[in-house]
Each structure stands twice: as C-alpha cells, then as structure tokens.
C-alpha cells in the first residue's frame, strides 16, 4: 500500500537537474528519519539520503556531493534536488519514512514508502 506521495521525476540530459518532491500523512517528527532510496535496473533499492529528526543528514558515498536534501516541517513535506546527474543514476527514487528500529517510538520498524518516481538520465 502506497502511503507516501511522490513527484518530480522525469528525463533529463546529462549533467542536469531535477527536484523530487514528497509529501507525508504525517508529521516528519513522528519518524526517526525521512529520506530517498533509488533502484536501477537489475539492482538492489538502495539509499540515495536521509535526514532524522534531529536533523541529522547522511549520503550515500556515490552522491560525492551532487545531491541536496531538505524538508519542510510545517508541510510534512522531504525533497531531494539532484544536480550534476550522471546516466548511471537514471533510476527509480523512492521516499521513505521510518523509525529504524529506534527505541524512542512506538513502533521501532515502522515504515512507509511511497510508489517510486522515475528519474532518466540521457541524451
């Protein structure tokens, strides 16, 4: 079941840009972290960034600095703008929200995921 709502994905050229939008049921502080994950073809879901609470960012180590994460709290709203995109990060992006396994919330596996937006990068 489908629960978080994405948007943005689309074809690109080489080296452009692109900003995917997601929108939450919720509040964001009712999730230990939100953040993208992306599947290629023939590959695993794997993560893009996230940000937790707190406010704390992490990348995955292939972004090499290309990507931008942000939120806004106030609309239930995470985005991610990538910048500088390569073919090999044509894929399908997913927005995830979940809890981790951390303690702190009721349910420390909970987690949602939204349909996936497609992001193609070519010329």
Known sequence: QVQLKESGGGLVQPGGSLLLNCALPE???DFFAVGWYRQAPGKQRELVADITSGGRIQFADYVQ???EI???IA???VFLRLNSLKPEDTAVYYCH???NGSRGYPDPYRELWGQGTLVTVSS
Do not use: E, T
């Open 97 to 99: 929200a979940g809890n």
């Open 65 to 67: 600095g290309r990507f």
């Open 75 to 77: 609309a239930n709203m």
């Open 27 to 29: 509040s964001i502080y």
């Open 70 to 72: 942000f939120r806004d």
